[in-house]
C-alpha cells in the first residue's frame, strides 16, 4: 500500500478487506464523537430541562438535516471527484477539485446559516410543531443554525480528507471537539442553568474548533491536497464534474429529509408524548447508523480510487466485502437494541407513556437494520461508481414518494404511531430489492470508462 507522506493513502494497492477496515474505523470512531455531541445537547436538556424541552430540541432534528444535507451531498460528489483523480495519480486535478470545493461549500455555508437564521419560526410551523414547545424549538434551532457555516465547513473539509484515504485527522478533531461540546453542555446548562440555546450554542462553538482544525491540517506543506487561500476559486471544469456526481447525492439527502420531515409532522400530531419518544428513538438509531455510514463511506473512496486506476475486479471484491460486513453488524446492532430497549430509552426520557412507545418503537423497527445497511451501502459503492444518479433515483422513489403515500394513507385509515414506525422498515426493503437487481444486472463497474469514451 503506498501512503504519502502526509497520511494520504492510496488505496489501489494492498488487501482490500484491511484496507477497508482501517479506513471505515476511523470514519465509525468520528461519527460516534459526533453523534455524542448531539446526544449531549439532549441528555442535559433532558436531565436539567425536563421531557418538553427534549421534545423541543429533538422535535425538528430532520428540519435542519433537510436545509443542510443538500449542501453535505454536493461535497460528497467533491469527494468522488478528488477520490478518482487520488487513485489515478492526476495531482493537479486533485489541487483544483479541493479548492472548488472548499470555496463552493464557503458559499453555501453562509446561505444556509442566513436562511436559517431567518426563517427558523417559519420553518418550525410548516412541521405542525406543537405551540407549547414551539418558543423552546425556535430560541435551540435559530443558533444552531448560526453554526451552519462550521458545519458545513467541517463536512467539506473531511470529505477532502477521506478522499485521499485519510480518515484519522478528522477523527481526532472530532474528539476533541466533541469532549469540548460536553464540557461546555454541562458549564452552560448543567453548571449555570442556562436555557435549551445554550445547548445549541455549545454545539456550534465545537463545529467551529473542528471546521478550524481541518483547515489548518489541509493549510500544511507537504501534503497532496494541499489547501492555499489564494488559490480558492471556481475551476468551472471541476466544478461541473462535482456537480455530476454530488447533486443526485444532495437531492437524494434533500428528499429523504423531506419525507421524514412529513413523517416528524405526523408524529407532531400525537402530542409531546410522541414527539420525545420518537425523539429518543431517533438517538438509538442515530448511533446504530454509524457503522453503516462508516461503511458507505469508506466504500465510496475505495470504489472511486479503484475505478479512478482501472482496477475493476479489486473494485468488485472491495464492494462485496464492504456489503457484507455492514449488513451483519447492523442486524447484530439491531438485535442488542431490540433486547435492551427500556434502558436505552429511559436513558433519555423519564414519564412512562413516553417511555413504552419509545420501547415499542425500537422493536419494531431494530430487526430490519439489514435492510438499512444494505441500501445506504450499496448506494455508497453506486456513488463511488459515479452513478449516484441511480441511487437518487430509487431513494425519490421509495425512501420519499412511496414513503409518503403509505403515510398519508395510514393516518387515514388509523391515527396510530405504530403505522408511522411502519414506514421505514417497508421502504427499507423495497429499496433493498431494487437495489440487487440493479447491482447484479447492470454494468455499474465501468460507469467511468464508458463517461470518458464519451468525453473524447
Not at 127 to 149: C, D, M, Q
Not at 210 to 239: D, E, F, M, N, P
Not at 390 to 405: E, F, H
Amino acid at each position: 500500500m503506498l501512503q504519502n507522506k502526509k497520511s494520504a493513502v492510496l488505496m489501489t494497492e494492498g488487501d482490500p478487506k484491511k484496507l477497508i477496515l482501517s479506513f471505515a474505523a476511523p470514519i465509525f470512531l468520528s461519527q460516534l464523537f459526533q453523534q455524542l455531541y448531539n446526544t449531549a445537547d439532549a441528555w442535559m436538556v433532558s436531565r436539567f430541562l425536563g421531557d418538553d424541552a427534549f421534545a423541543a430540541v429533538s422535535s425538528s432534528g430532520s428540519l435542519i438535516f433537510m436545509v443542510i444535507s443538500f449542501f453535505v451531498g454536493a461535497s460528497m460528489g467533491a469527494g468522488v471527484v478528488i477520490s478518482r483523480y487520488f487513485g489515478a495519480r492526476d495531482m493537479e486535478k486533485v489541487s483544483q477539485a479541493v479548492h472548488t470545493n472548499v470555496m463552493l461549500s464557503f458559499l453555501c455555508g453562509l446561505a444556509v446559516t442566513i436562511f436559517g437564521v431567518l426563517m427558523t419560526p417559519t420553518l418550525l410551523r410548516w412541521i405542525n410543531l406543537n405551540e407549547t414547545v414551539l418558543p423552546l424549538s425556535t430560541k435551540y434551532f435559530r443558533y444552531y443554525f448560526a453554526g451552519s457555516l462550521a458545519m458545513i465547513m467541517y463536512n467539506s473539509l473531511k470529505g477532502v480528507m477521506n478522499a485521499v484515504g485519510d480518515s484519522r485527522r478528522p477523527l481526532y478533531y472530532l474528539i476533541f471537539s466533541s469532549l469540548l461540546n460536553i464540557f461546555l453542555d454541562w458549564l452552560f446548562v448543567g453548571l449555570l442553568g442556562k436555557g435549551v440555546e445554550w445547548a445549541a450554542i455549545a454545539t456550534t462553538i465545537s463545529q467551529g474548533a473542528s471546521a478550524i482544525l481541518c483547515l489548518i491540517q489541509l493549510s500544511r506543506k507537504g501534503t497532496v491536497y494541499r489547501l492555499s487561500l489564494g488559490k480558492l476559486r471556481i475551476h468551472w471544469s471541476l466544478l461541473k464534474e462535482i456537480l455530476r456526481y454530488g447533486v443526485p447525492t444532495a437531492v437524494q439527502n434533500s428528499v429523504i429529509s423531506f419525507a421524514n420531515l412529513l413523517v416528524q409532522s405526523n408524529v407532531n400530531t400525537f402530542g409531546e408524548v410522541g414527539m420525545a419518544s420518537w425523539g429518543a428513538y431517533s438517538k438509538i438509531e442515530g448511533f446504530a447508523f454509524l457503522p453503516i455510514g462508516s461503511f458507505s463511506m469508506a466504500l465510496s473512496t475505495f470504489i472511486g480510487q479503484n475505478l479512478g486506476a482501472g482496477e475493476h475486479e479489486r473494485a468488485r471484491r472491495g464492494a462485496r466485502f464492504g456489503l457484507t460486513s455492514s449488513v451483519l453488524l447492523a442486524e447484530l446492532i439491531g438485535l442488542i437494541i431490540f433486547l435492551f430497549a427500556e434502558p436505552f430509552i429511559r436513558f433519555f426520557l423519564s414519564g412512562q407513556e413516553a417511555v413504552a412507545w419509545g420501547i415499542e418503537h425500537c422493536r419494531t423497527v431494530a430487526l430490519f437494520f439489514c435492510l438499512l445497511a444494505f441500501s445506504n451501502c450499496i448506494a455508497g459503492v453506486l456513488r463511488g461508481a459515479g452513478k449516484a444518479f441511480v441511487s437518487m433515483i430509487v431513494m425519490l422513489l421509495i425512501w420519499c414518494l412511496l414513503r409518503i403515500v403509505y403515510i398519508t394513507v395510514a393516518m387515514q385509515i388509523r391515527h396510530d404511531i405504530v403505522l408511522l414506525y411502519w414506514a421505514y422498515p417497508l421502504t427499507w426493503g423495497i429499496s433493498s430489492l431494487i437495489y440487487i437487481i440493479y447491482y447484479h444486472r447492470s454494468d455499474w463497474l465501468h460507469g467511468f470508462d464508458k463517461k470518458e469514451a464519451e468525453a473524447e
